[in-house]
């Protein structure tokens, strides 16, 4: 093995991708990790940080660049954590994220399946229709650099609305105005925590404050606050007030306080019109948002005879467009707030067969279990952590013939492949979705059904 060192200055080939999108080269069988390279070219790279069987390193010139090497074309890239393929093409973007989620679910989940299919996105820039911008002294409002809490001031980012740096404007504006100060996250000290801007389809934005005081008390001049949003924002419905006093990296409290207009917006999705609040989980990209949902009720291959169980449904966006399809759907989520939207949206929505609990996943699949409910379709939507091994355990427990499992982070879903196996379901076959371009991230819609074994339990 070579003895790479600190600071040495090599010559080397990338030859494939990290799950996070930097290059990999292989010198003297030692994996060198190397932020910004692209597959297939030569670089001259200073060896960072040495550990036993790896190590990291930056380019210093790129010599013989890959042909898929593009123009990030972002003055905040790569400093920003936010993106990390910028420098590659879209082309090559989705051949690393497929192989990915291959990789994934072969060497971790045991599938022995190909992803043969990613959807990638026509859009790849200004598609985010959510934005949750850190606050700290200066002020700066932008985005953390990679590995790390300190913030990057960034007044427009390229994958997101226009509005939002608008409104960033104007927050900065009123703090200079107001003297309301940043947050100070290691002393917890200081007033505006996060500025979160939701947007829609039809250009409507709501904006929400973060702070570190009660929701109840009054912000230095809260009209100013509004009508600095109101007059940057022509489209904003609204401007919402969340508390969080907890040192804590969970972004939103759990109290909100509407300062003018509306505490929700209204999108539309796959033809059904869905009403957000500030907390409720919705997709970030609506147009491959519809592409996922398609590929998963078309897994689900249901005929409308189906009882249907949504397990970390949210505000019951893919309960509704199954439930155009299905006989009955049972959605679960332990948001209290989206449980609630939820049911308003099936009701705005004239959808009759959809009803919607409030809890945990694992208490409410074991609830329906001790009811005799056995549905035909489970579909599960869990965070990136994915499942815990309780709701494997009940939802095989329950025997549905098809198990669809929407997943954000590959790694997660191969391990929970791989519980599920043990439990007689096999993934059958899985599909991709670009739903975050320029970024590390992918989607992935994965159908497991009962084994031949599993059938006999």
């Given at each position: 093995?070579s ?5 040495q200055?090599i010559s ?7 799950s996070d999108g930097?290059?990999v ?6 994996a060198v990790?190397?932020?910004g390279?692209?597959?297939?070219e030569?670089?001259e790279?200073?060896?960072l ?5 790896l190590?990291f390193a930056?380019?210093?010139r790129?010599?013989e660049?890959?042909?898929?090497r593009?123009d990030?074309?972002?003055?905040h ?11 590659m093409s879209c082309a090559?973007?989705l ?23 990613i ?13 949750q911008?850190p606050v ?8 953390y ?5 300190d913030?990057i001031?960034?007044?427009?980012c390229?994958?997101e ?5 608008q409104?960033?404007s104007?927050v900065?504006d ?5 003297g309301?100060e940043?947050y ?9 925590r996060?500025l979160?801007?939701?947007t829609?389809?039809?250009?409507q934005?709501?904006v929400?404050?973060v702070v570190?005081?009660?929701a ?9 606050l ?8 022509p489209?904003?419905?609204g401007?919402?007030l969340?508390?969080n006093?907890?040192?804590t990296?969970?972004i939103?409290?759990g ?14 999705l796959c033809?059904l019109t ?14 491959q ?7 998963a009720l ?12 949504d ?8 309960s ?5 399809r299905a006989?009955?759907?049972i ?5 209290p707030?989206?449980v609630?939207?939820?049911?308003r ?5 004239h959808?009759?067969?959809a ?9 409410t ?7 005799g409910i056995?549905?035909?379709v ?5 965070p990136r952590r994915g ?9 095989a427990?329950?025997s549905?013939?098809?198990l669809?499992y929407v997943?954000?982070?590959p790694a ?10 043990a439990?007689?379901y096999q ?15 992918v ?7 009962k ?6 339990r």
């Amino acid at each position: 093995m070579s003895e790479l060192k600190k600071n040495q200055i090599i010559s080397a080939v990338c030859d494939g991708y990290s799950s996070d999108g930097m290059g990999v080269a292989h010198v003297g069988g030692m994996a060198v990790f190397v932020s910004g390279a692209v597959a297939g070219e030569r670089c001259e790279i200073r060896i960072l940080k040495v550990l036993k069987n790896l190590a990291f390193a930056r380019i210093e010139r790129v010599p013989e660049p890959s042909p898929e090497r593009v123009d990030p074309g972002c003055p905040h890239y790569p400093a920003c954590g936010g993106c990390a393929a910028r420098h590659m093409s879209c082309a090559e973007e989705l051949r690393f994220k497929r192989q990915k989620v291959e990789d994934a679910l072969r060497r971790v989940g045991g599938a022995d399946i190909s992803v043969d299919i990613i959807h990638g996105a026509i859009q790849t820039e200004r598609y985010r229709n959510k934005a949750q911008l850190p606050v700290s002294a200066g002020p700066r409002i932008g985005f953390y650099r990679g590995r790390s809490h300190d913030v990057i001031d960034v007044p427009d980012c390229r994958l997101e609305p226009e509005c939002v740096g608008q409104a960033r404007s104007a927050v900065l504006d009123w703090m200079a105005a107001s003297g309301a100060e940043a947050y100070d996250e290691r002393a917890h000290r200081g007033l505006v925590r996060h500025l979160y801007v939701r947007t829609n389809s039809a250009g409507q934005a709501l904006v929400c404050l973060v702070v570190n005081a009660p929701a109840e008390r009054a912000l230095p001049d809260e009209a100013g606050l509004v009508g600095r949003i109101r007059e940057a924002l022509p489209g904003c419905t609204g401007v919402v007030l969340s508390e969080n006093t907890q040192k804590t990296n969970v972004i939103l409290g759990g109290v909100y306080r509407t300062l003018w207009g509306s505490p929700t917006l209204d999108e539309t999705l796959c033809g059904l019109t869905f009403r957000l609040s500030v907390p409720s989980f919705f997709q970030v990209n609506r147009d491959q948002c519809q592409v996922l949902y398609r590929r998963a009720l078309d897994f689900a291959a249901l005929t409308g005879e189906e009882t249907v169980l949504d397990l970390y449904c949210g505000i019951g966006t893919i309960s509704l467009c199954a439930a155009k399809r299905a006989k009955r759907v049972i959605g679960a989520e332990i948001v209290p707030e989206a449980v609630e939207d939820a049911r308003r949206n099936a009701e705005v929505n004239h959808i009759e067969n959809a009803a919607f609990f409030c809890g945990d996943a694992a208490d409410t699949a074991l609830m329906l279990a001790r009811q005799g409910i056995r549905p035909d379709v489970v579909i599960v939507d869990p965070p990136r952590r994915g499942l815990a091994p309780e709701v494997i355990q009940t939802v095989a427990e329950m025997s549905p013939e098809r198990l669809v499992y929407v997943s954000c982070d590959p790694a997660t879903l191969a391990r929970d492949v791989k519980l599920f196996s043990a439990q007689g379901y096999q993934a059958v076959k899985a599909e991709a979705v670009d739903m975050f371009p320029r970024t590390q991230h992918v989607e992935t819609v994965c159908l497991l059904a009962k084994s031949p074994a599993g059938k006999g339990r």
